[in-house]
């Protein structure tokens, strides 16, 4: 699976952005999908994961109540909708997928990555 996330740019504190995923090669509707971010200096966490059909998230501490990912499989889509951005949400963000399961948020269990987007968010 190839992986084409777009939506970066950079905003103002308080503001939002929505992150896509365009995944090609194979259906991925039978995977878990993910976005992570790397800031410089910083080793890449984990934002949040989306089962297979959708029907549960899981939400890192830091963005949550902020950040909503949601999948579309009839198009091949992933997004994360951004909420009340701040300075500290700067990051190349990377969406990645793997046939395991939502729960393990490690980076290293994700099979495949994009190429990720650059977030910047001015104070």
């Known amino acids: 699976v190839q992986l084409q996330a777009s939506g970066g740019g950079l905003v103002q504190a308080g503001g939002s952005l929505r992150l896509s995923c365009a995944a090609s090669?194979?259906?991925?509707?039978?995977?878990?999908m993910g976005w992570f971010r790397q800031a410089p200096g910083k080793e890449r966490e984990f934002v949040a994961a989306i089962s297979w059909s959708g029907g549960t998230t899981n939400v890192a501490t830091s963005v949550k109540g902020r950040f909503t990912i949601a999948r579309d499989n009839t198009k091949n889509m992933v997004y994360l909708q951004m909420n009340s951005l701040k300075p500290e949400d700067t990051a190349v963000y990377y969406c990645a997928g793997k046939s395991g399961s939502w729960r393990d948020a490690r980076p290293e269990g994700y099979v495949y990555w994009g190429q990720g987007t650059q977030v910047t968010v001015s104070s």
């Open positions: 090669g194979r259906t991925f509707s039978s995977d878990t």
